[in-house]
Structures are given as C-alpha cells and as structure tokens.
C-alpha cells in the first residue's frame, strides 16, 4: 500500500494530508485563514505566507497522528509547487522537500488545479478518462479536456476575474462577509433570482473562454441606482454567475463530445451550481464531497499518488511557480 504525504500551501490555507492508494484519505487537516484576513476582505499574501509558517510544522504532525503513521510509513511527499501566491508556495515547497530529504523520500511536485481534478477520486465512483473537467475557484475559471492522467488540454478560461474572485467582490459591494461565495450563497437563498436582468457574458460566442468582470460592474450600477434589495442583487448574480458556467460547459461538450463532466474547485461547492450541473447537462457529473472543494492536502496526495506511480518526481532543484501553467 503507497501511502503519500500531501502539503497544500498555495494561497490562504494551509492543507496536511495522508492518503493510501490514492483513494483512501487516513487524514486531512486543514487550517484556514479565513479569520485572519475577513477584516482585509480579501487575501493579504505577506499574512498569508507568515501563518503557513505559524502553523505547517504541527499540522503535517497532526495529519500523520491522525492517520497512525510515522515517517516510515509514507512512500512520497507531495507539495503544491504552483500556481499560487509565492510566499505561501515557498512555505509549503521549502518543508515538503526538506522532510523528502531527512526522510529519504521521492518529493512529487504537483499543480494546484491538478490536485483539484483529482480531488473527484477521493468521492464514490470516481471518473475514468477522458472527461471534461470545469475548474472554479477563487483564482481559475476554466475548462480543460483531460485526456488521461497528467495530460490535458485547456479549453477556455476567465479573460479577466475568476468566478470565485467576483463573488468576493460583489460581497464586498454588497457588504456581506467574506469569502464571498458562502456569503452570496445564503443570502441569495432570501431573494429572487429574476429581480435583476444581469448580463451573462460571452455566452452568445463560439470560444469557450468566460468573462465575469461585467457582471461585476453591473451589480455596482444597479446598486447605484437603488430600489431593489440586497437578497434580490445576491440571487440575480448568482443566477447569472451559474447560467454563464453552465452555458459554456454546454458548449465544451457539444465541441468535445465529452461523456462525463467533472466539477472541481472552490467554488463546486456552490449548492445551485452543483444541483443545475447534476440535472441540466444530460451527463453524468463527479463532484468532490463538500469538504474537499476548499484548498486541502487530500487532494495533493491523491494527484501526488497518480504522479508518483507515472514518475513524474521532483528533486532538490524544484521551485515553486505562482504561474505554473497546467499545460
């Protein structure tokens, strides 16, 4: 049994994790920032970087007590080593390599959006290659065509704000909490969807690529112009936020003949998203469990797995990089 350490430090939380087969999570500790940064509304990547610091050396102890193993016991050390905020790379990469080194271990380098894709084979029935996969997260609005393991092919992405980072923004608007999607989510629930005719752009075009900037900028005038609720604003952009995802991934199968969608990212575990992707689409849709949409190592561990067993390692000269493409 290959049993792998998983190190998530990419942006704001810092993810340990130990996962056997790549399949069985024995652990998964997780330490959000999410506090530290709500009075800043957003990500300040200096914080960031100092609480992974903080807080990386007892969670990686408490992820490996958790699963009743020892340093003997882990075949390899997977670590994010991009795309992310550099600091925070630089915590997670300069730890998991140190530990491959005093522990004699193949250190396996692995890309953040990668880990979430893999995130689908920790959940039932896990996908098997080729499928479509929509990534949506704080910092990616994509739609990749993945081939077989670690071979992909980018689709289309976000022109300008990922999804995720609109719905920060139009929280801050809104003058709901951060983050921005559960906030959004649970006062969107209140409001009617219909309230507000906002647009859904690039949706009447053939590229797949997506822009949710103008949406943004719409929520700000209507806001402007008064007259209609906070619950009414929050249910028209997620409605339309959700319309986009869903009128693009319509296309990206119709142009791939994909026979699977999978659902990745922090911003999957958006309850409308997640019920009008399982019901509209005509295809079957693997999604991660609710716990696993966040940034996480369970997810690193299992990509690491899968890159382990290709070969795809790492050594003493890997550095992060906040640009890693996946492609």
Known sequence: MIR????????????????????RILSNEVASQIAV????????????????????????????EDAGCTAGDIDAIAVTNGPGLMGSLLVGV????????????????????????????????PPAFPFLTLVVSGGHTSLIWCERPHSYRLLGATRDDAVGESFDKVARLLELPYPG????????????????????????????DFSFSGLKTAVLYRLREGGVSREDIAASFQAAAVDTLLLKTRQAIEQTGASRLVLAGGVAANKLLRARLACELGIPVSMPPFELCVDNGAMIAAAGYSRFKHGFLGNTWTRPHPGLPLV
Not at 94 to 119: D, T
Request: proline letters at 6%.
């Open 4 to 23: 792998v350490l998983g190190i998530e430090t990419s942006c704001d939380e810092t993810g340990a994790a130990v996962v056997e087969e790549g399949r």
């Open 37 to 64: 940064h709500a009075e800043f509304g957003g990500v300040v990547p200096e914080i960031a970087s100092r609480q992974h610091i903080v807080c990386i050396s007892q969670l990686v102890n408490k992820a490996l």
């Open 94 to 125: 300069c730890f998991g390599k140190s530990l491959a080194y005093a522990w004699h271990k193949p250190f396996v380098p692995v890309h953040h959006i990668e880990g979430h894709i893999f995130s689908v084979f920790l959940a039932d029935n």
């Open 181 to 208: 999607g559960p906030s959004i989510q649970r006062e969107a629930e209140k409001g009617n969807p219909a309230a507000c005719d906002f647009p859904r752009a690039m949706t009447q075009t053939e590229t797949l």
